[in-house]
C-alpha cells in the first residue's frame, strides 16, 4: 500500500528528530525544532555533530523536496510529530488544538471576513497549528498574522512551522497579558488558555480582574483581545462551555454588553472531550463600533459529530442561512 504523503513527511520529521535528540541529549521537540530549521535552510545548523549524524540527516532530507507538498500536508506531518513530542511531557498548556476544530474556525473567519487583506492576531499561538490551520484554508487573500507566545519551545515550533508552510508571521515571545505593541487587528482566533493568572499586580489593570483572588486568565484574554481589535472586528474564541456560568461571569457579561455583540455560539461535539466538564465552544464576538451591529438573533448551534457528513452539512446550511437574515 502506498504511503500518504503526509506519513512520508511525518517520517522524515520523526527520524531525523530522533537522530538529533539521541545525539544532542535534547529533548524530542527541541530535536524537531533544530530538524525544521535544517530543511528550512536546507543545511545542517548543528556543529556539535558527528560526521557519521551529518552524513545520515544529508541523505534523509536531499531524499525530500519540499516543495511537492502542499502546505496542509505539511502542517498535518508536523502537528503529528510535535503530538509525538508532548506525550513525553504532559503539561496542561501544551494542549493543541484539534484539527476538525481548526478547520471549522477557518471556515467561519472566511464567512465573516469579507476582507482581502487583513491583519489576524492569536493571542495564545502556542505550537501555531490553529492560525497555520486558518491561514491555509483563506484562499487568494492578503493576512499579516501575529502570535503571541509565553512558552519558548512552542513559540519555536510555531515560527519553523510558519517558515515551512511559507506564511509571514510576526511572533512575539512574552506574556500575552503584558502590554502588547501591535497595531490594531481586523480578527482575532484563539483557544484561550483556561485558569487563574498568577500575576495580580498585573491583573489589576484590566476591568475584567476578580474583587479578591486570582483572576480568570481566559477573562484577561478576552479583554486584552478585545483592546487589540478594531471596531467592528471579529474575534473567535475556544472556550469552555461554563464560561457565562462561573462566580465570575457576570462581570464577564457586563464587560462584552458594553463592548462586544455576541455573534454566534456553537457548542463542539461532547464526543471530542474526554468528560463533559472539559467540553468546549465556539464564541464569535464583533467589537462594537461605527459599523458593526448586533445580529437580529444570536446563532446558537450545538454541532453534530464532525466526521457526521450529513449533519455537519445542515448545520451548514442552517449557518448560511443565518448569515442570509443577519449579515446581508
Known sequence: MAISPVEQLFTLFNETSVALQEELSCTYLEALAKTGENLFHNSILQEELSELTVKRLKKQYEGMNLEKFTKEQIRKAYQLAILKGMKEIVQPNHQMTPDSVGMLVSYLVEKFIKLQSFRLLDPAVGTGNLL????????????????????????????ISSNLQEHPVEFFNQ??????????????????????????????????????????SHHLFIEQSVRHTKPGGYLFFIIPNGLFESEQAPMLQEYLKENADIQAILQLPLSMFKNKNAAKSIVILQKKGKNSSAPKQVLLAQLPSLSNAAEVNNILRKIDKWFDENKR
Do not use: C, W
Open 175 to 216: 506574556d500575552s497579558l503584558e502590554p502588547l505593541f501591535i497595531e490594531l487587528v481586523d480578527a482575532v482566533i484563539s483557544d484561550l488558555p483556561v485558569g487563574y493568572y498568577p500575576n495580580d499586580v498585573r491583573a489589576a489593570e484590566y476591568q475584567l480582574k476578580a474583587n479578591e483572588g486570582h483572576s480568570y
Open 132 to 159: 497555520m490551520t486558518v491561514l491555509n484554508h483563506q484562499v487568494d487573500k492578503k493576512i499579516e498574522s501575529i502570535g503571541v507566545e509565553i512558552d519558548d519551545i512552542l513559540i519555536k515550533l510555531a515560527y
